[in-house]
């Protein structure tokens, strides 16, 4: 029995620091301020009011731009860490790709953000080295836009796929390989009856991975484009720090109730999704 | 890419070498993946350097932006705040996380899918919801306690010198991180066997884990405080939403007046962050083949 006591901390710790918030935030989400008398009453008009105008536009940014830079950041991600691990004599670039990731994948995103507006910002060197010197401009393109922040994201998400994948990749025994081709496999059909099966259930893990970090990143976009962006965590940002408005704050704990249920069904079909894989693997 | 991979391979296998063949074809788009790659990855670092080390008076190159860091206004303090913050979450996380995963995996297995779970929900969670709830539970202080212990207690946690919040909270957040490390660290080495000796040769368990536990940890302690110590550096977020000056919310603050200092910084902390990560990958080699040899 004594030994349960010593979980105790961890449990109590958990409950007090992520339980409970999220738990207030889902009660409190249905709470409304009265603009006259400051009265607080129960009310569903903050989880009404963020299914349209622009919180619905802002959940479908953030979607958007989350769903798409996971998918390419998984995709480039895989790639870089297969080139990384199959380079000959490559222990020295592995080791540099991997801390590196380690960085870029944890640092979080303002750094990144100011980096890059150095670069391609208006006043950013390649920017004046494209048109001033080239004469060819950016075509349109500004990085306080989705392309733009897409653009950065990748920045951490190829880092954060490449941090993931890696593990798997290394379980993927090259006797597998060699008893394939002398069985006469084609490499083709070893990806898709060895090598693809094997791999699935951690790619799809990692690509979620990717996406719940797009979809929950604040600071980037914040240090980038400000607020001008139809993104949930910016708005979310706005709400709380807007005194003019009575009930934002509700609005604010609304928003980001939305995210975590959002969130909470992403997993469940992530769940569904491994199960699925995993059946067809045994 | 796994696919393209597949189909020169198809394409080219002869015969007679059918796996060199392959890796023949297969090389190509390695080359091109870490060329367009590494052109991304390198060029915004090294547009920054350019960027903050231009000369643009006299032309030429100077470390005048560099040489105005320590003095630059607030960035002492909150760097100052920034570390404390990091070494105070590092001692507070492995407290509260050493002994959890070494009890779950010598002496509580039926709690290990609990665990495992409650520590990966930080990874898919958005912080900013996590800070929105906390905001919540701050504000019962004014609301609901004015005047008794806990709100002076919630009132102490949020003191701007050193918001003992931020930790609390970042503790959550380094979670994940921290419990996979740990647990990877418990599983390779064969600590359910080394702590069996230990206790049969009459060690307390405060004794074990100091004595046995943490030398066999120190790679995945190290590592986990590496993670962390970076995660809270960088961290914007919930200092931003909660309203206290950190490293990262001080570079945000200045970037509108200063926007080669603010450049300057990020890729300064970028670049010291990853040699200190390094060094520690290489340390973390030296001492593994020391051990094996």
Same mark, same amino acid.
Do not use: C, H
């Given at each position: 029995?004594?030994?349960?006591?010593?979980?105790?901390?961890?449990?109590?710790?958990?409950?007090?620091? $992520?339980?409970?918030?999220?738990?207030?935030?889902?009660?409190?989400?249905?709470?409304?301020?009265?603009?006259?008398?400051?009265?607080?009453?129960?009310?569903?008009?903050?989880?009404?009011?963020?299914?349209?105008?622009?919180?619905?536009?802002?959940?479908?940014?953030? $979607?958007?731009?989350?769903?798409?830079?996971?998918? $390419?950041?998984?995709?480039?991600?895989?790639?870089?860490?297969?080139?990384?691990?199959?380079?000959?004599?490559?222990?020295?670039?592995?080791?540099?790709?991997?801390?590196?990731?380690?960085?870029?994948?944890?640092?979080?995103?303002?750094?990144?953000?100011?980096?890059?507006?150095?670069?391609?910002?208006?006043?950013?060197?390649?920017?004046?080295?494209?048109?001033?010197?080239?004469?060819?401009?950016?075509?349109?393109?500004?990085?306080?836009?989705?392309?733009?922040?897409?653009?950065?994201?990748?920045?951490?998400?190829?880092?954060?796929?490449?941090?993931?994948?890696?593990?798997?990749?290394?379980? $993927?025994?090259?006797?597998?390989?060699?008893?394939?081709?002398?069985?006469?496999?084609?490499?083709?059909?070893?990806?898709?009856?060895?090598?693809?099966?094997?791999?699935?259930?951690?790619?799809?893990?990692?690509?979620?991975?990717?996406?719940?970090?797009?979809?929950?990143?604040?600071?980037?976009?914040?240090?980038?484009?400000?607020?001008?962006?139809?993104?949930?965590?910016?708005?979310?940002?706005?709400?709380?720090?807007?005194?003019?408005?009575?009930?934002?704050?509700?609005?604010?704990?609304?928003?980001?109730?939305?995210?975590?249920?959002?969130?909470?069904?992403?997993?469940?079909?992530?769940?569904?999704?491994?199960?699925?894989?995993?059946?067809?693997?045994? | 890419?796994?696919?393209?991979?597949?189909?020169?391979?198809?394409?080219?296998?002869?015969?007679?070498?059918?796996?060199?063949?392959?890796?023949?074809?297969?090389?190509?788009?390695?080359? !091109?993946?870490?060329?367009?790659?590494?052109?991304?990855?390198?060029?915004?670092?090294?547009?920054?350097?350019?960027?903050?080390?231009?000369?643009?008076?006299?032309?030429?190159?100077?470390?005048?932006?560099?040489?105005?860091?320590?003095?630059?206004?607030?960035?002492?303090?909150?760097?100052?705040?920034?570390?404390?913050?990091?070494?105070?979450?590092?001692?507070?996380?492995?407290?509260?996380?050493?002994?959890?995963?070494?009890?779950?995996?010598?002496?509580?297995?039926?709690?290990?899918?609990? !665990?495992?779970?409650?520590?990966?929900?930080?990874?898919?969670?958005?912080?900013?919801?996590?800070? !929105?709830?906390?905001?919540?539970?701050?504000?019962?202080?004014?609301?609901?306690?004015?005047?008794?212990?806990?709100?002076?207690?919630?009132?102490?946690?949020?003191?701007?010198?050193?918001?003992?919040?931020?930790?609390?909270?970042?503790?959550?957040?380094?979670?994940?991180?921290?419990?996979?490390?740990?647990?990877?660290?418990?599983?390779?080495?064969?600590?359910?066997?080394?702590?069996?000796?230990?206790?049969?040769?009459?060690?307390?368990?405060?004794?074990?884990?100091?004595?046995?536990?943490?030398?066999?940890?120190?790679?995945?302690?190290?590592?986990?405080?590496?993670?962390?110590?970076?995660? !809270?550096?960088?961290?914007?977020?919930?200092?931003?939403?909660?309203?206290?000056?950190?490293?990262?919310?001080?570079?945000?603050?200045?970037?509108?007046?200063?926007?080669?200092?603010?450049?300057?910084?990020?890729?300064?902390?970028?670049?010291?962050?990853?040699?200190?990560?390094?060094?520690?990958?290489?340390?973390?080699?030296?001492?593994?083949?020391?051990?094996?040899?």
């Amino acid at each position: 029995m004594l030994v349960v006591l010593g979980a105790l901390p961890f449990f109590l710790y958990v409950a007090v620091f $992520l339980l409970l918030p999220i738990g207030v935030l889902a009660v409190e989400a249905f709470r409304a301020t009265d603009p006259v008398t400051f009265e607080e009453s129960w009310s569903t008009a903050s989880l009404a009011a963020i299914t349209e105008g622009p919180y619905r536009r802002a959940y479908v940014g953030s $979607l958007q731009l989350s769903i798409i830079t996971a998918v $390419l950041g998984g995709v480039l991600g895989l790639a870089l860490a297969v080139a990384v691990l199959r380079a000959r004599r490559g222990r020295l670039l592995r080791r540099l790709v991997l801390t590196a990731s380690g960085v870029l994948a944890n640092f979080g995103g303002v750094p990144l953000a100011f980096a890059f507006l150095a670069t391609i910002g208006t006043a950013g060197v390649v920017t004046a080295l494209l048109t001033d010197t080239l004469g060819l401009g950016l075509g349109g393109f500004s990085l306080a836009s989705l392309t733009g922040l897409a653009l950065v994201y990748l920045y951490f998400l190829i880092p954060l796929m490449v941090l993931t994948i890696i593990p798997a990749l290394e379980a $993927l025994r090259p006797q597998w390989r060699e008893a394939a081709d002398n069985l006469g496999a084609s490499g083709w059909q070893y990806w898709r009856y060895v090598g693809g099966p094997v791999l699935a259930p951690p790619v799809i893990g990692a690509t979620m991975l990717l996406f719940a970090s797009a979809f929950a990143a604040y600071a980037t976009a914040r240090a980038l484009v400000g607020s001008s962006i139809p993104l949930v965590t910016l708005q979310i940002a706005d709400a709380l720090s807007s005194n003019v408005v009575v009930g934002s704050e509700n609005l604010g704990k609304a928003l980001a109730l939305g995210m975590v249920v959002l969130i909470g069904l992403v997993m469940i079909f992530y769940a569904w999704v491994q199960r699925r894989t995993q059946r067809w693997l045994s | 890419m796994t696919l393209t991979e597949g189909l020169t391979s198809m394409g080219t296998a002869a015969p007679e070498t059918p796996v060199r063949a392959g890796r023949r074809g297969a090389g190509a788009w390695r080359f !091109v993946v870490l060329g367009v790659l590494g052109v991304y990855f390198l060029v915004p670092i090294g547009a920054s350097v350019w960027y903050t080390i231009r000369d643009r008076r006299n032309g030429g190159v100077t470390l005048g932006t560099y040489a105005e860091i320590p003095g630059a206004a607030g960035f002492a303090d909150a760097f100052t705040r920034s570390l404390v913050l990091a070494g105070l979450t590092v001692v507070l996380v492995l407290v509260l996380m050493v002994p959890t995963v070494v009890l779950v995996n010598l002496r509580l297995p039926r709690l290990r899918t609990t !665990v495992e779970l409650l520590t990966l929900m930080p990874l898919v969670l958005p912080p900013i919801a996590l800070v !929105v709830g906390v905001r919540s539970v701050l504000s019962w202080a004014p609301d609901y306690f004015l005047n008794t212990p806990l709100a002076e207690a919630f009132f102490a946690l949020q003191e701007p010198a050193l918001p003992w919040i931020l930790v609390f909270v970042y503790v959550v957040l380094a979670l994940p991180f921290v419990y996979r490390a740990l647990d990877a660290g418990v599983r390779g080495a064969d600590l359910r066997t080394l702590t069996e000796a230990a206790r049969n040769l009459g060690a307390s368990w405060p004794r074990v884990i100091v004595s046995v536990v943490l030398p066999v940890l120190r790679t995945s302690v190290l590592n986990a405080a590496f993670l962390t110590l970076a995660l !809270v550096l960088g961290e914007f977020t919930v200092a931003a939403i909660l309203g206290f000056e950190t490293f990262p919310t001080w570079i945000v603050r200045i970037s509108g007046s200063e926007p080669r200092l603010s450049v300057a910084v990020s890729v300064l902390s970028l670049l010291i962050t990853w040699m200190l990560l390094l060094l520690i990958s290489a340390l973390d080699r030296r001492r593994g083949t020391k051990e094996n040899s």
